[in-house]
């Protein structure tokens, strides 16, 4: 199966001070460095025209490009979506660590193989305000734009927590996955 759709959001590695509490991103589910998230196969699922809208963590945008790269796209934006985090009782701005600033935002960049594919909806707005989730996940809204946008595609979430309606998945938490093999990807229960 070949996608038009890819989503991603890799279990980024960084340097954070977030041991302090285990908070940190590797005490919530396994991480991969970017060679590890590099050689995965995605160029094999991606059709000839094909989006990838990509979460990258903000200290390290060197490192999403370069992934982006191996996997065979090219840049179109680093803001193709901007979330505003909100707490999900008291509302307002949800504050995180950051480094210079706090944090209270995440972006997903998008990237391009081969011909771009037709935007359906011109009206979609990058900008997202919504509950920050339990840690890392993001709100279902993106997966709505993302169709909204490019219409019924065929399309595939990696490194998915769960399987949501009509997109193939592929994470260590889901109950059907994609395979990921070079030269392949199949879907297994």
Same mark, same amino acid.
């Given at each position: $199966?070949?996608?038009? /759709?890819?989503?991603?959001?890799?279990? *980024?590695?960084?340097?954070?001070?977030?041991?302090?509490? #285990?908070?940190?991103? !590797?005490? #919530?589910?396994?991480?991969?460095?970017?060679?590890?998230?590099?050689?995965?196969?995605? *160029?094999?699922?991606?059709?000839?025209?094909?989006?990838?809208?990509?979460?990258?963590?903000?200290?390290?945008?060197?490192?999403?490009?370069?992934? $982006?790269?191996?996997?065979?796209?090219?840049? $179109?934006?680093?803001?193709?979506?901007?979330?505003?985090?909100?707490?999900?009782? #008291?509302? !307002?701005?949800?504050?995180?660590? !950051?480094?210079?600033?706090?944090?209270?935002?995440?972006?997903? /960049?998008?990237?391009?193989? !081969?011909?771009?594919? %037709?935007? /359906?909806?011109?009206?979609?707005?990058?900008?997202?305000?919504?509950?920050?989730?339990?840690?890392?996940?993001?709100?279902?809204?993106?997966?709505? #734009? /993302?169709?909204?946008?490019?219409?019924?595609? %065929?399309?595939?979430?990696?490194?998915?927590?769960?399987?949501?309606?009509?997109?193939?998945?592929?994470?260590?938490?889901?109950?059907?996955?994609?395979?990921?093999? %070079?030269?392949?990807?199949?879907?297994?229960?």
């Amino acid at each position: $199966m070949k996608y038009s /759709l890819i989503y991603a959001d890799p279990p *980024w590695t960084y340097n954070d001070k977030c041991a302090d509490g #285990k908070r940190g991103a !590797g005490f #919530k589910y396994p991480t991969m460095s970017v060679a590890e998230i590099c050689r995965l196969p995605v *160029w094999d699922l991606a059709a000839d025209s094909c989006l990838l809208a990509m979460w990258w963590v903000p200290t390290q945008p060197e490192e999403a490009l370069q992934v $982006m790269r191996a996997w065979g796209f090219r840049l $179109m934006t680093m803001k193709g979506f901007t979330w505003h985090k909100t707490n999900r009782v #008291k509302g !307002g701005s949800a504050i995180g660590m !950051g480094w210079m600033t706090r944090a209270n935002s995440e972006d997903c /960049l998008f990237a391009v193989k !081969g011909k771009l594919p %037709p935007r /359906l909806d011109a009206s979609i707005c990058q900008h997202v305000t919504a509950p920050r989730m339990e840690h890392s996940a993001k709100p279902e809204a993106f997966r709505e #734009k /993302l169709v909204q946008l490019l219409g019924d595609v %065929p399309r595939i979430e990696l490194f998915a927590r769960q399987q949501a309606d009509g997109w193939d998945s592929w994470g260590n938490q889901c109950d059907q996955s994609v395979i990921l093999v %070079p030269g392949k990807a199949e879907v297994v229960v």
